[in-house]
């Protein structure tokens, strides 16, 4: 990385790194005229600018609830600059701080709130193109219990605003997202695979750090493993919104109000990051148990195990 800069546009003064990504470096700043903290994401220049891709499209998604503010966005020394709100940490962070597993309540409860987020971008005509846990943040201050979906680098308009048309579907394009994650079919799965992991604590085609798969091999992994054994030991639900969420057509609108629902019956609490998380206990299931998958619904032929 070349020489980073000691202040963006004279006023946002850098401090400790808050994250690393594949395109950007993300700082801790301060803004001396307003005395106020900010994010700071430095990409170095190249041909194409994935943060200003990015700044572009926060400010048409600007006030929603869940997506960050842009604040500024510029060139300084040899870097593309996006200044942001300041968030807090990210749900992979979160993760491993609590020993690798979520509570049922606390998984249910970002489910919603996310499933709210996209279906907001998605009524802008964008799709993320790459839910994971690193690109989740939590808020800060009175903002501490909200989810906020970072990182638009890779985001995609499907809506031709002119011609008021969907995007054809085309094969053979390049992978974009995180292959653990990506969902080809749509990024609701993504959203699915995400919560499913944060309950179970791994997903099948996750490995070790030491041994790195090939985006085929995960998706070799994806198309072999089944609903079933991906969802054992979980409640039903999750199952029944990775059905839905695989069977749904390219260019089909979901049906957010259904998924909502499967969750909010298995959100009654406030989620809580702040305590290490407690795993579901006996009183939390024997009022309400959640069912537990044990028979799969049937689902449609030949998507049982298409949602890769
Ligand atoms: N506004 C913010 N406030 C606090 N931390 C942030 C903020 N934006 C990003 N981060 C931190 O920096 C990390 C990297 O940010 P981001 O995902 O935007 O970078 P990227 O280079 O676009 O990543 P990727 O390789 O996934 O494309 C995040 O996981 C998060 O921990």
Known sequence: MDKVPVRVDGR???????????????????????????????????????????????????????????????????????????????LHNLFLAHNGKFSLETVANLGDQLLSHLKYIHSYGYVHGNIKPQNIVMGLGDLKHTAFIIDFGVAKEFWDTSTSVHIPFCQGRRLTGTP?????NNHLGSLTYMLIYFLQGSLPWLTSDEEKLSSSSILERKVNTTIEDLCRGIPVEFATMLIYTCSLAFSEDPDYSHLSSLLSALST?????????????????????PRVIEAVPPCPPLRRSSCV
């Open 12 to 90: 946002f003064r850098l401090g400790d790194i808050l994250g690393y990504g594949s395109y950007a470096v993300v700082y801790r700043a301060w803004n001396i005229i307003l005395d106020d903290a900010v994010a700071v994401k430095l990409e170095t220049i190249m041909h194409s600018s994935s943060v200003q891709h990015e700044y572009k499209i926060l400010k048409h998604l600007e006030g929603g609830v869940g997506i960050p503010r842009a604040l500024w966005f510029g060139r300084e020394s040899t870097y593309y600059t996006l200044v942001l709100e300041l968030l807090g940490p990210s």
């Open 180 to 184: 653990a994650f990506t969902s080809i």
């Open 269 to 289: 609490c406030m989620l809580d990051l702040d305590q290490p998380d407690a795993h579901i206990t006996h009183s939390a299931l024997s009022s309400n148990e």
